[in-house]
T-cell receptor
């Protein structure tokens, strides 16, 4: 079975440029999560979707960050304009269930996008 | 609000010895508890979960975890450590009724040959 697929695996760009990270969740999963991992702050939840609808975006650090999920098989995380402090590994994860009594399902993570902003 | 604590940044254990990685949690309702492992340059991989029932949960790669409600703990254990178990381990909690998961800060496990 194909897991969560993220692209690109690595991204190096200059400050001020727009960055778009992509995620394809596991087929049939209806919850999708975006995380950011750094040495200083650990693993942070940025936003999560349920049935393509954003449920909680309280972790999105600034208005420079935006996320979309136009359909069940694709999501993007965009940073515009990017800054050096955005450098991190960004993970996408998906799970089945809709919350409530279904919330015992584990999340399946992609291998991440390592983002470096110069 | 739910929270989880992993009190040890790093755990060192000799190959063949038993290992324990500690985790405590705080929720106001029923907890759903998870352990994940992360290898270098990879995403987190699910190891095991506690939902309800037997307090001893068995998972992948010979790992198990013991749920202790009175101590609000969910420690990860393995009877005999392998060098290949060396990785970063995350405990996570989700409160029943919510989809949002809170992850701990991670514990680096180093198994020494």
């Amino acid at each position: 079975d194909a897991g969560v697929i993220q692209s690109p695996r690595h991204e190096v760009t200059e400050m001020g440029q727009e960055v778009t990270l992509r995620c394809k969740p596991i087929s049939g999963h209806n919850s999708l999560f975006w995380y950011r991992q750094t040495m200083m702050r650990g693993l942070e939840l940025l936003i999560y979707f349920n049935n393509n609808v954003p449920i909680d975006d309280s972790g999105m650090p600034e208005d420079r960050f935006s996320a979309k999920m136009p359909n069940a098989s694709f999501s993007t995380l965009k940073i515009q304009p990017s800054e050096p402090r955005d450098s991190a590994v960004y993970f996408c994860a998906s799970s089945s269930g809709t919350g409530g009594t279904d919330s015992n399902q584990p999340q399946h993570f992609g291998d991440g996008t390592r983002l470096s902003i110069l | 609000a739910q929270s989880v604590a992993q009190p040890e940044d790093q755990v060192n254990v000799a190959e063949g010895n038993p290992l324990t990685v500690k985790c405590t949690y705080s929720v106001s309702g029923n907890p759903y508890l998870f352990w994940y492992v992360q290898y270098p340059n990879r995403g987190l991989q699910f190891l095991l979960k506690y939902i309800t029932g037997d307090n001893l949960v068995k998972g992948s790669y010979g790992f198990e975890a013991e749920f202790n409600k009175s101590q609000t703990s969910f420690h990860l254990k393995k009877p005999s450590a392998l060098v290949s178990d060396s990785a970063l381990y995350f405990c996570a909690v989700r409160e029943g009724g919510y989809q949002k998961v809170t992850f701990g800060t991670g514990t680096k496990l180093q198994v020494i040959p």
